[in-house]
């Protein structure tokens, strides 16, 4: 079966600090990866995807994830941490005709 | 492009009447619709999938007398929870999938269900 895992709940990274939020799937196929970004109270942003091709994707807001088939990880990553990225984090597998979530995870950017 | 929106984005009702949230795709045409719900500081749990024209798949343990799907054009989906009590209060989100094919879906902004 398909599942997604963010292993850290909950993340505190100083500002300017740099970010890593990890992801790691569980699918037979390649599978296309998504990660989404949630403010309290809103919905999901899309901050950036991986299909196919270089497995090192570029995002908006600076964010950038790998795609690691030998270690079914996705990872993101930002260099430099703001105060406004504090947010929860969500992972995704779209696989079939479904998304699969990672349990998400919350950021707290201290200054 | 590639925008949904949702309506309402708040709603409160008192328990025991039945309240409609709607589900659009403003710029595209949506074969598949999927309507999420949220507890807070939870993930995402998939409810039930839509197809334009079709009957909506639950998830297991959604409960499909309770949260009636309708996926009537390409563009609108909308999810009625009837007979609605304090355990429906939740965030639900719906989220739409074109036709590329690469299984990208597009969501809305979510709406904030209070039973009163």
């Known amino acids: 079966a398909q599942s997604v895992t963010q292993p850290d709940i909950h993340i505190t990274v100083s500002e300017g600090a740099s970010l890593e939020l990890r992801c790691n799937y569980s699918?037979?196929?390649?599978?296309?990866l998504f990660w989404y970004v949630q403010s309290p109270g809103q919905g999901l942003q899309l901050l950036l995807k991986?299909?196919?091709?270089?497995?090192l994707v570029q995002g908006i807001k600076g964010f950038e994830a790998e795609f690691k088939r030998s270690q079914s990880s996705f990872n993101l990553r930002k260099p430099s941490v703001h105060w406004s990225d504090a947010a929860e984090y969500f992972c995704?597998?779209?696989?079939?005709?479904?998304?699969?979530f990672g349990t998400g995870t919350s950021l707290t950017v201290i200054p | 492009g590639a925008v949904v929106s949702q309506h309402p984005s708040r709603v409160i009702c008192k328990s025991g009447t039945s309240v409609k949230i709607e589900c659009r795709s403003l710029d595209f045409q949506a074969t598949t619709m999927f309507w999420y719900r949220q507890f807070p500081k939870k993930s995402l749990m998939l409810m039930a999938t839509s197809n334009e024209g079709s009957k909506a798949t639950y998830e297991q343990g959604v409960e499909k007398d309770k949260f009636l799907i309708n996926h009537a054009s390409l563009t609108l989906s909308t999810l009625t929870v009837t007979s609605a009590h304090p355990e429906d209060s939740s965030f639900y989100i719906c989220?739409?999938?074109?036709?590329?094919?690469?299984?990208?879906?597009?969501f809305g902004p979510g709406t904030r269900l209070t039973v009163t």
């Open positions: 989220s739409a999938r074109g036709t590329s094919g690469t299984y990208e879906q597009y």
């Open positions: 699918y037979g196929a390649t599978p296309y």
């Open positions: 995704a597998v779209g696989a079939g005709n479904q998304f699969y």
């Open positions: 991986y299909f196919s091709g270089d497995t």
